[in-house]
């Protein structure tokens, strides 16, 4: 493979479930475009997905083709994106056991994102080792790879900044530039409310839309949805923030005339929710027809998707055995080579 | 290589500095017999000896070549035992990454070993992530090899055992039995004291005498020998017990009887100190004599002695991908070859 001179990009998703909306607006959408312009790896992190699915590998497992089909029915190109699984680059683990000596145990227990998560996922005093150790194995996953740039969520920030103060311990023990610190993308949209109206759309939560769901689930999932309350009468005035069912129109419909249109009846009155909302699955529909189209061509050949997926694991093998043959020069382990 | 049908042994070194006497009765001495009855691996432990000295990889570097020096000329046989370096079989850090899920931080933290070691090494409330997590990296050792004893002093026993919690919870979750539970083998003389008297020669003490130490260095020691303090007069009774010169003769010297009458003579008065340790410097130079002859010959071809480890780190290799492949099948990981 050829990275050529453009600038790399690192980014990926936790194989846990489908993708839904919400990763399209906060994400997908992004990745598709940013393969045009930088060298793109899309990691499938199995082994951060294991680090809180220890006990339940399969579904992980499951979830990994289930993921890497979502990936090329919104048209991430092989040809242009790097899709990999992170298990199947073992020297990700290995430049993290280097990493783990750079890092103290408090400095890992004041990460804000995984305090967070810690007490979300409600590990009490038993956190699994490896789940305080994620970001330092992120830090692997970002550097050995070399990326300069990270699309992430504003709650991701401290994992960047965590990453680089990696790069710069690394960098300066060793004498050596061979690591190079990572910038955060904050994409434009980064959030969906879900079909409940809450802040976010979640497969936790059971309020998403997947990019895999059939009409007949998107039109029952949309005429359940949650819109303004007070909005009980057809004549009625009704309120569009909060109302996910703009949300979704602003994200999704192309014709943005037509959405200002309709939320100006909706807010004086005579826009019924069931118009709307009829409105919104057309929309939906007509976004998600070319992806479904996609889907059921590389439904039809997994073993070829995953022969695609077996590819980008080689190119980012490739990739990551340079840098840890410099990494083991600049530690002075390169016993063999030298 | 052939793993024939013998049961595996497991052992090594840090390797942070040199070998000494203490090293040949507590350990050398057994691996060069257990060679010829068990399968046995000799492991330099870089990489956990970059635990606490991540800030000079170049000393551990050179160090290893000293290590493997003194492994070839005590009689460790390439061709019996297989001596690699733990930074060459990346699996095992790749095995770390999994066993880190299966431990907690606080399950880590109470580890009495690593606790003691914390302690002595005054990490204060900055303990490196990767010192913590030690044990971890040890069970992925022992277990990648399928190691059946490992031979240990008492103060490591905590460390088998939490070999085989993990190798529980593996093959408990996994539902497997790939990985083997771990035996500690408490060799018979455990510790040789320190020429000053300390319970326990040691680099650090500054108190060893290194297997590769030349004639006129082992008599500036031996003649610098702590004794009894109170045997000032050659015709003074003297103490045996706590007296490292006697100490060193019940380990080195062949003639037990001539040791059982020098005692004798010590106790009842008439023999000198430096009577007694010149016969200790016959003694030990005797024991040196073919150890420093076996080493000239490989200090004079390092690289060719450099080549037989690389040999050894690649039958290692063999042996851990083997169980890696059997790992990842166990965790559903094994995307590419089922």
Avoid: W
Wanted: overall charge neutral; charged content about 25%.
């Amino acid at each position: 493979m050829s990275i050529q001179n453009r600038e790399v990009v690192l980014t990926g998703d936790r194989p846990t479930g489908p993708l839904h909306l919400g990763h399209y607006v906060g994400s997908l959408a992004n990745r598709v475009a940013l393969q045009e312009k930088y060298k793109q790896f899309v990691m499938l992190a199995d082994a951060q997905a294991l680090t809180d699915n220890y006990e339940n590998p399969q579904r992980i497992r499951e979830q990994v083709t289930q993921v890497v089909l979502d990936y090329l029915s919104v048209g991430l190109n092989p040809e242009k994106t790097t899709i990999f699984i992170q298990t199947s680059v073992p020297e990700i683990a290995e430049l993290t056991v280097f990493f783990l000596n750079l890092v103290t145990v408090s400095r890992l227990q004041r990460n804000p994102t995984v305090k967070t998560e810690i007490g979300q996922k409600g590990f009490g005093l038993s956190i699994p080792a490896g789940f305080l150790m994620y970001p330092v194995s992120q830090a692997a996953d970002i550097t050995i790879f070399k990326a300069r740039y990270v699309p992430v969520g504003e709650d991701q920030l401290p994992m960047i900044e965590q990453t680089n103060e990696i790069v710069r311990t690394f960098n300066r023990l060793y004498k050596t530039d061979v690591l190079r610190e990572a910038e955060a993308i904050i994409p434009p949209i980064a959030r969906l409310p879900g079909i409940d109206g809450a802040a976010k759309m979640s497969k936790t939560l059971g309020n998403a839309i997947y990019l895999s769901d059939q009409t007949d689930l998107i039109v029952k999932k949309v005429m359940s949805m949650y819109t303004d309350p007070n909005h009980t009468r057809v004549s009625d005035p009704g309120k569009v923030e909060g109302n996910p069912v703009f949300s979704y129109l602003d994200a999704f419909d192309p014709d943005k005339q037509e959405v200002a249109r309709l939320k100006e009846q909706y807010q004086k009155g005579g826009l019924g929710d069931v118009v709307l909302k009829k409105r919104l699955i057309e929309v939906l529909e007509a976004f998600l027809s070319p992806i479904r189209e996609r889907r059921k061509i590389y439904e039809a050949d997994i073993p070829g998707a995953m022969e695609m997926v077996k590819r980008g694991c080689e190119e980012a093998r490739t990739v990551a055995a340079h840098t840890m043959q410099q990494v083991r020069a600049a530690m002075s382990l390169d016993y063999f080579t030298s």
